[in-house]
C-alpha cells in the first residue's frame, strides 16, 4: 500500500493542491518557497511518528493568508493499494471500487479550525472515506507513520542522543526475539561490564572519590564510592552503545568524527535498518527534506538508489498473514538537486510550483501518462545530463553546446544597463536557464514534456528557441530535422515560449562589418594555421561574407579541416571579456534579454 | 422569494430565536436541520459552559448536524461543553454511566442479537430480541407484547406445547441473567436513565450546570419512556426544545405514543408550527394530506411550479413473489423509472419503498438468517467493494464471529465480540482484520460451500492463542441469497419505510399490496392507524414525483378520492 494522492487546503502557501505521490519514490522538486516542505509538513501531521513523539500540531499561523481569508485548514490523503489481508483495519474508511486482487483505497483527513479571537486552540476534527466524521482520530493515523529527516539536521547528535539510543534498542530488541536470547546476551553483557569494574584503573577512580565522599558522611553514615557498570538492560545498552562507522583498514569512529556526510549516511543507514527490523505499521512513508545536504553527490545518488530499493522491496515481501503489519515503505524527497532525480525515473518526479505568486501547484511527471519508450529516452537523457529541466527554470533550446557557450559569452554584453545591480541580476537570472542541445536530445520529446497540458498546469517554463533558417527565406522555411523541431508542438509562439530566427548554424548570424575585426582575431586565437581561410571571406562582397564565414565550420573544398566550433567560442569569449568591441545580433540579444526576463516572477506556466 | 418562502422563512426564524421552553411541530420539509444548526450557531463560539445539547432519533441525523456545523465553519459547536448525538447516546452518558458502580461494568447493545441472545423452551429457540419489551407507563417494570411478535415465531411457540406466559417468563429469566452479565440494550438503559434521574436529583442539576438547552429533533419517535424522561427533565428546570411531527408519528409499535407527546407539548407551554415545505412539489403535498389526521390545509410548497408533475398510480398484482403492473405484465417500479425518466430523474434518484420489506423487489430482500447465509451475505457485502461503512463492518463481525468460534472453541460465544476478544487476548481491530481477510478469500456460494468455507478455516493464518479443536466451529447448512443484483450498474434505492425515514429523493415509488388499502385511505383515521402515518412518511420523502403502485382494485376508489380532494392525477 501507499500514499497515493493529497490535498491540501489553506496550509501556508498550498490554498487548495493535490499532489499525486509514487509507490515508491516521489522527488519534490521546485523553486524555493513553492511549498516543497509544506507537502512534507501535511504527511507529517496526517500519520503519526513512528518514534511516537507528535511534534507541534496546526496552529493559526500555518493556515494560508494569500488570496484572501481562509476557513480552515485541511489536509486530505489516500491510501492506494490496500490488499485485503490489511483492508479490515480500514474499513470504516474505504473508498468504493476494487482494483487488482481486491486491492482498496482509503481516505482520512483532517481539518483544522483555527481558534476565534481570544482563544488559543483550534479544534481538529478528522473524516474518512467519503467524508464520515470520525470519533477520535481514525486507524489510518496510526497505521500509517511516519519519519521525518528535516532538512539541516544534526545527524551527529541525532545518533549519539536519545533518538539514536532508541534505534539502537529497536535494533537490539528486533534481533533478540528467540526464548532466552535476550536474557543471555543480557549475561554476556554483565560479564563484559564485570571485567570492566574489576580494571585497577576504574578502582582506582572509586578510591579517589571515596576520599572526599567519607570525610562529607563522616557524621552521618560514613560512605564509599566507585564506578562500576550499572546491571545491564537492553535500555541502558542502547544508551551506552554509539553507531560508528570506518573504511577498510581503519578503525571505528564515532559518527561525529566522519564528518557530517557520513553522519548523515549512517544516520539514514540505521533509520533504514530500523524499519526493515521493526515492521509496527502497515506503512511508513519517510520523509527527507533535502538529503543532499552534507552528502557528495556521488553519496546521494547512491542513497536515493538505495531507499527506492528498499521500498520496493518491502513490497515485493510477501505478507500473507492479516495479524501482522504489512511493512511497507514509501519515500517522499523534497530537493533541489538535479543529480538527485537522476537516480530515478522522472515519472517520480512531482514539480512544485506558484506561478506569479498564485497558490501553489502539483504537476507530477506520471500524469503525463508519456508512452513507456519515450520515458526510457527521457530517463537516459536526465541520467547522463543532469539536467534540471523539472527544477523551475528558463529553459534555453539550442542546436548545439557551441551555441549555448556563445550565448553565455554574450550576455553580459547585452545585459547592460545603467543600474549594475539590476545587470547583475539578470546575467544571473540569464545564467540559471537550463540549457538543452538539440544535438544531444531529441528536442521534439523535451518540448512536448514541457509544454503539454497537464490537468491544472504544465511544464513549460519560459522558453527560448534559437532555431535555425535559411537566409532570405527566415520564416517559412522549416528548420532542417537534425536541429529543433517544435513546430506541431502547441504553445510556441506565446509569451512564455519564443522562437528566435538565427542562422543554421548560427555563425552567419554574427558575421557584420562592425564584427569582422573580432571574429577574424578569434579564428587567429582559435586555429592559428587556418587563418588564411579568412581571406576567402575578404574575397567577398559584404553580402556574402556570412556565408564565408560559416563554411569555415566545415571542411573546405581543398581539404582544410573544420574550425572547431568550441574552441573558436571560447576564444571569442575570452576577446569579449578582455574588452573588444562586438554588436550583438538583433535575435540573439532578444534571446538573451528574454531568458533573463525581469518581469513577474516566471514560473510554470498555467494554460 | 416567493411570499410563500418569505412566510416559511419568517416562521423558521421565530423558532430559531424563541427562548426555551419550545415545542416546533414541523413538517416535513421544514427545514428543521437549519433551524436547529441556526438556533446553535446563533451562541458565542469557544464557551466553556452553557452549551446544547442536539440529540437525534438516528446517528445518521446526528452526523448531518455535525456535518453543518463543520461546514459552516464552526467545529468547535459540535465539541464540549455542547453534545451533538443521539438520544439513547445522550441517555447513556448523561444520566446512566454517572451511576455505573464500578464493579458491575455495563455494556452498550444496539440489539439482543449482539450476544446471539436466544430463548429456549421444548428444544424451540426464538431470538431474544423477537420479544418486544414494552415499559409499563409510571414504573420500572415491562410488558412483553404478544401483538409485536414476528408471526413465524408465534406458531414456533404456538407449536412448542408451552403457553405464551411460560415463554414470557423464559425470555426475562434470560435477559435478567444478560442484564446481570452488564449487558442492556438501549430499552434497558432508558429504564435505568429514568430511574436515576428520580433517585438522584443532582442529576439534574448536573445537566444544567452544563446545558443551557437540550434540544430533541424527531420528537416524535420518542418511546414513552423518552417522553417520561424529557417530562422529568422539563420539571427539573432543564430547558427544553422539541421539534416533532406528530403526523410521522410510526413509532407506535416501539411505545411511542402520540397522546404523551400532545401532553408534553402542552406541558412546554409555547408552540412554533413550521408548515412551509422547501422539499416536495404541490402535488405531493395535496396527497400527503390526504394521508394525515385532521382536515387542515395541505403544507405550503415553497418550490411549486405549475409544471410539477401529478401523482402517478400504478395499477400493479401483488404475489408472494413480488409484484407487477397489470397493463404491462412488468415490474412496478420499472414502469416507475420510465416515468422519472421522462422527468429527467435518474434511477439513483428513485426510492421504491414499502411497509414491509417483503414487499420490496426481491434483491432488497435479506432471506434467511442461518450462519451459512449469513456468512455468504458477508462475503457479498464485502467482495461488492460499493458497500457504505456499517454494511462492511457487520459483515467483518460475522466473519469475526466464525473465526472466534473455530480459532477459540472454549470461549463463550453468546457473549458479544467486544467480549469474547477481550477473553481471547485480541483487540477487535486485529479479528476485524482477520475477518476481512477470511471473507474476502471465500469463493462464491455454491455446492459444497461450507466444505470449502471450513478448508479456509483451517488454513487461514490464525493468531498465537487460537486453540481449533477439530471440526468445532466449522460452518454447517446451506447458504440461501438470493440472486445477485445486475451488474449493469448500482441498483436503484428501495427499503422499508422505517429506513428511510429521514431520507428525501427526486422520486419516491410506494407499494401499497394491503388489500383494505382503499378503506383505510379514505375511512381511516391517521390518529390511529399507523400505517396511514407510514405511508404519510413514504409519500413526504418525494421532492418531485410520487408514485404509488397499488392493487388495481383498490385503484378506482383512491383514484376518484384523490381528485375529489384535489389532487392532480395520472393513471400510469
Request: hydrophobic share 40%; glycine share 8%.
Amino acid at each position: 500500500m501507499y500514499l497515493s494522492e493529497l490535498t491540501i487546503e489553506n496550509l501556508r502557501a498550498c490554498r487548495q493542491t493535490r499532489v499525486r505521490l509514487r509507490p515508491d519514490v516521489t522527488i519534490l522538486t521546485g523553486r524555493n518557497d513553492t511549498g516543497k516542505t509544506t507537502v512534507l509538513d501535511a504527511i507529517r501531521h496526517l500519520t503519526d511518528p513512528v518514534d511516537g513523539h507528535r511534534g507541534t500540531g496546526l496552529t493559526e499561523i500555518d493556515l494560508s493568508h494569500d488570496g484572501g481569508p481562509a476557513g480552515a485548514i485541511r489536509l486530505d490523503g489516500v491510501l492506494a493499494g490496500v490488499r485485503p489481508e490489511h483492508a479490515g483495519t480500514y474499513r470504516d474508511a474505504l473508498l468504493e471500487g476494487a482494483g487488482d486482487g481486491g486491492t482498496r483505497r482509503a481516505r482520512w483527513s483532517m481539518t483544522y479550525t483555527p481558534p476565534p479571537l481570544g482563544r488559543r486552540r483550534g479544534v481538529t476534527t478528522w473524516h474518512v472515506g467519503e467524508g464520515r466524521e470520525s470519533a477520535g482520530e481514525p486507524a489510518l493515523r496510526t497505521a500509517v507513520r511516519h519519519v521525518h529527516l528535516p532538512a539541516g539536521r544534526d545527524a551527529v547528535r541525532d545518533l549519539s542522543g536519545q533518538v539514536g539510543a532508541a534505534r539502537v534498542r529497536v535494533l537490539l530488541e528486533a534481533l533478540l526475539t528467540a526464548p532466552g536470547e535476550a536474557g543471555a546476551f543480557l549475561d554476556r553483557a554483565a560479564f563484559s561490564l564485570m571485567d570492566l569494574s574489576a580494571d585497577p584503573v576504574v578502582r582506582a577512580v572509586g578510591a579517589a572519590v571515596t576520599r572526599p565522599m567519607a570525610a562529607i558522611t563522616a557524621a552521618a553514615e560514613h560512605r564509599q564510592a566507585g564506578l562500576s557498570a550499572l546491571d545491564p538492560s537492553l535500555g541502558e545498552l542502547s544508551r551506552a552503545l554509539r553507531m560508528t562507522s570506518w573504511t577498510s583498514g581503519t578503525t571505528a569512529a564515532a559518527a561525529g568524527r566522519s564528518g557530517q556526510g557520513y553522519a548523515q549516511a549512517l544516520y539514514l543507514a540505521t533509520v533504514l535498518a530500523e524499519l526493515d527490523a521493526a515492521r509496527e505499521s502497515d506503512l511508513t512513508v519517510l520523509l527527507i527534506d533535502g538529503p543532499e545536504t552534507h552528502l557528495h553527490p556521488l553519496l546521494s545518488t547512491v542513497l536515493l538508489k538505495n531507499l527506492q530499493e528498499a521500498a520496493q522491496a518491502s513490497r515485493r515481501r510477501d505478507q500473507t498473514d492479516p495479524g501482522l503489519p504489512a511493512g511497507h515503505l514509501q519515500i517522499v524527497v523534497s530537493t533541489h538537486a538535479p543529480g538527485l532525480s537522476a537516480a530515478v525515473s522522472a515519472r517520480d518526479l512531482v514539480v512544485l510550483t506558484r506561478p506569479g505568486r498564485q497558490p501553489v501547484r502539483a504537476v507530477a511527471v506520471a500524469d503525463l501518462e508519456m508512452a513507456g519508450r519515450e520515458l526510457r529516452r527521457l530517463d537516459r537523457y536526465l541520467s547522463v545530463s543532469r539536467s534540471s529541466l523539472f527544477y523551475g527554470t528558463p529553459v534555453l533550446l539550442v542546436a548545439t553546446t557551441a551555441e549555448a557557450l556563445l550565448l553565455s559569452a554574450l550576455a553580459d554584453l547585452v545585459l547592460t544597463g545603467p543600474d549594475s545591480e539590476q545587470n547583475s541580476h539578470d546575467v544571473s537570472r540569464f545564467r540559471a536557464a537550463t540549457v538543452i542541445a538539440a544535438s544531444d536530445v531529441d528536442p521534439g520529446l523535451i518540448l512536448a514534456v514541457l509544454l503539454t497540458e497537464n490537468g491544472e498546469a504544465r511544464f513549460g517554463q519560459r522558453i527560448a528557441v534559437l532555431a535555425g533558417t535559411y537566409p532570405g527565406n527566415p520564416v517559412e522555411m522549416p528548420p532542417p530535422a537534425s536541429t529543433v523541431r517544435f513546430c506541431d508542438v502547441p504553445g510556441v509562439g506565446t509569451d512564455n515560449v519564443r522562437r528566435f530566427a538565427v542562422g543554421e548554424p548560427i555563425w552567419q548570424t554574427l558575421m557584420c562589418p562592425a564584427n569582422e575585426a573580432v571574429l577574424r582575431a578569434a579564428l587567429r586565437e582559435a586555429e592559428p594555421d587556418s587563418e588564411q581561410r579568412w581571406q576567402a571571406v575578404d574575397a567577398e562582397e559584404p553580402a556574402e561574407r556570412p556565408r564565408v564565414f560559416q563554411n569555415m565550420f566545415s571542411p573546405g573544398l581543398g581539404g582544410e579541416p573544420a574550425v572547431c566550433p568550441i574552441r573558436y567560442v571560447n576564444a571569442l569569449a575570452d576577446l569579449l571579456a578582455d574588452g573588444s568591441p562586438f554588436t550583438v545580433p538583433t535575435p540573439i540579444a532578444d534571446a538573451i534579454r528574454f531568458l533573463a526576463h525581469t518581469g513577474a516572477d516566471t514560473d510554470i506556466e498555467t494554460p | 422569494m416567493n411570499a410563500a418562502a418569505d412566510q416559511a422563512a419568517a416562521a423558521q426564524q421565530q423558532a430559531i430565536t424563541a427562548a426555551a421552553p419550545l415545542f416546533v411541530r414541523a413538517c416535513p420539509g421544514a427545514g428543521k436541520t437549519h433551524v436547529i444548526v441556526s438556533r446553535h450557531l446563533r451562541g458565542p463560539a469557544a464557551v466553556l459552559r452553557d452549551g446544547r445539547a442536539l440529540l437525534s432519533y438516528t446517528r445518521a441525523a446526528a452526523q448531518q448536524i455535525r456535518d453543518r456545523c463543520h461546514r459552516l465553519g464552526r467545529p468547535d459547536a459540535t465539541g464540549y461543553p455542547h453534545y451533538v448525538g443521539t438520544l439513547d447516546g445522550f441517555l447513556w452518558n448523561h444520566l446512566v454511566i454517572p451511576h455505573r458502580s464500578p464493579e458491575r461494568p455495563l455494556q452498550l447493545l444496539d440489539s439482543w442479537d449482539r450476544v446471539n441472545a436466544t430463548v429456549t423452551l421444548n428444544h424451540r429457540t426464538v431470538p431474544l430480541s423477537a420479544f418486544s419489551f414494552i415499559c409499563r407507563p409510571g414504573t420500572y417494570a415491562d410488558v412483553i407484547r404478544r401483538d409485536l411478535m414476528p408471526t413465524a415465531y408465534l406458531r414456533l411457540i404456538q407449536s412448542s406445547g408451552r403457553n405464551w406466559d411460560d415463554w414470557v417468563r423464559q425470555a426475562y429469566t434470560v435477559r435478567r441473567d444478560l442484564c446481570s452479565r452488564g449487558y442492556v440494550t438501549g430499552h434497558e438503559a432508558r429504564q435505568l436513565a429514568l430511574q436515576h434521574l428520580d433517585r438522584d436529583p443532582g442529576l439534574a442539576d448536573t445537566l444544567r450546570s452544563r446545558f443551557a438547552e437540550l434540544v430533541v429533533d424527531e420528537g416524535q419517535d420518542c418511546s414513552s419512556t423518552d417522553v417520561e424522561i424529557l417530562d422529568r427533565l422539563h420539571e427539573h428546570g432543564v430547558p427544553l426544545v422539541v421539534v416533532a411531527d406528530p403526523d410521522q408519528l410510526i413509532y407506535g409499535w416501539r411505545d411511542a405514543d402520540p397522546a404523551r407527546l400532545a401532553a408534553l407539548e402542552n406541558k412546554l407551554g409555547t408552540t412554533i408550527v413550521l408548515d412551509g415545505n422547501w422539499r416536495s412539489t404541490g402535488p405531493v403535498c395535496r396527497l400527503a394530506n390526504t394521508l394525515r389526521t385532521g382536515r387542515r390545509p395541505p403544507d405550503i410548497a415553497v418550490h411549486t411550479t405549475t409544471a410539477d408533475p401529478p401523482v402517478i398510480l400504478l395499477p400493479a398484482v401483488f404475489t408472494r413473489t413480488g409484484n407487477r403492473h397489470l397493463p404491462s405484465g412488468r415490474p412496478v417500479t420499472d414502469i416507475f423509472l420510465q416515468h422519472a425518466h421522462q422527468h429527467g430523474i435518474s434511477p439513483q434518484q428513485c426510492l421504491t419503498t414499502a411497509h414491509r420489506r417483503a414487499h420490496l423487489p426481491a434483491a432488497h430482500r435479506p432471506n434467511g438468517a442461518n450462519t451459512a447465509t449469513r456468512l455468504a451475505h458477508a462475503r457479498r457485502v464485502l467482495h461488492s467493494a460499493t458497500a457504505g461503512h456499517d454494511l462492511l463492518d457487520s459483515a467483518c463481525r460475522t466473519g469475526a464471529r466464525t473465526l472466534l468460534r473455530y480459532w477459540y472453541p472454549h470461549l463463550d460465544h453468546t457473549s458479544s465480540l467486544e467480549d469474547q476478544s477481550i477473553a481471547a487476548g485480541l483487540d477487535l481491530d486485529t479479528i476485524a482484520r482477520h475477518a476481512y481477510a477470511f471473507l474476502h478469500a471465500l469463493p462464491e456460494p455454491g455446492p459444497n460451500w461450507p466444505k470449502a468455507v471450513n478448508q479456509r478455516l483451517k488454513d487461514s493464518p490464525r493468531p498465537a492463542g487460537a486453540a481449533p479443536q477439530r471440526t468445532t466451529g466449522y460452518l454447517r447448512g446451506t447458504a440461501t441469497l438470493p440472486p445477485r443484483t445486475d451488474d449493469t450498474g448500482r441498483p436503484c434505492p428501495a427499503d422499508n419505510i422505517h429506513q428511510v425515514k429521514g431520507a428525501e429523493y427526486q422520486a419516491v415509488l410506494l407499494l401499497v399490496p394491503d388489500d383494505d388499502a382503499g378503506i383505510r385511505w379514505i375511512n381511516g383515521d391517521p390518529a390511529t392507524d399507523e400505517l396511514l402515518r407510514t405511508w404519510y412518511v413514504a409519500v413526504t420523502r418525494a421532492q418531485r414525483l410520487l408514485g404509488i403502485g397499488i392493487g388495481a382494485d383498490q385503484l378506482p376508489a383512491i383514484t376518484e378520492h384523490l381528485r375529489d380532494r384535489q389532487v392532480p392525477v395520472l393513471i400510469g
